[in-house]
């Protein structure tokens, strides 16, 4: 998945808020292939799986939680260059820093629900994708 793939969450705020469909509606706009997308609903304990990487952190309890108190929509985008491309697209983690246009700026409402998850390098990418769907479920075009 190197490269050129990267995976994504609309995270709880953002769909409870109805701003779902215009996320992915800018994703597409902005010139990204959803290969792969399902909603789901996360328990604690596969939050706390998902982030097991901030265990320990001051915001990993309060993570988890929020993850796990309603849907996600996850998906695997596709571009030249993803993860880079979706970390400038979505914005800055605090939607106060994020850059005017940036979905995190258009539907964050704080640092933690700030609209969506967005993988952080390659190798994020794929354990993420992973976690969420098998080979089958990721479309190859």
């Known amino acids: 998945m190197n490269g050129n793939r990267t995976f994504t969450m609309i995270k709880p705020t953002s769909f409870k808020n109805g701003d779902g469909g215009n996320i992915i509606a800018r994703i597409i706009g902005a ?3 959803i290969i792969a997308l399902k909603m789901v609903k996360l328990t604690p304990e596969k939050a706390a799986q998902f982030y097991t990487e901030h265990d320990g952190k001051p915001f990993y309890k309060s993570l988890c939680s929020f993850m796990s108190s309603g849907p996600v929509v996850c998906m695997v985008l596709e571009k030249e260059d993803a993860v880079e491309a979706y970390r400038k697209f979505i914005g800055a983690t605090n939607p106060d820093e994020a850059a005017e246009g940036t979905i995190r700026k258009l539907y964050g409402t704080d640092l933690q629900q700030n609209a969506v998850h967005g993988a952080d390098s390659d190798e994020s990418a794929n354990r993420e994708a992973s976690f ?10």
């Open 132 to 141: 969420f769907f098998s080979e089958l479920e990721i479309i190859n075009y």
């Open 31 to 33: 010139g990204f292939k």
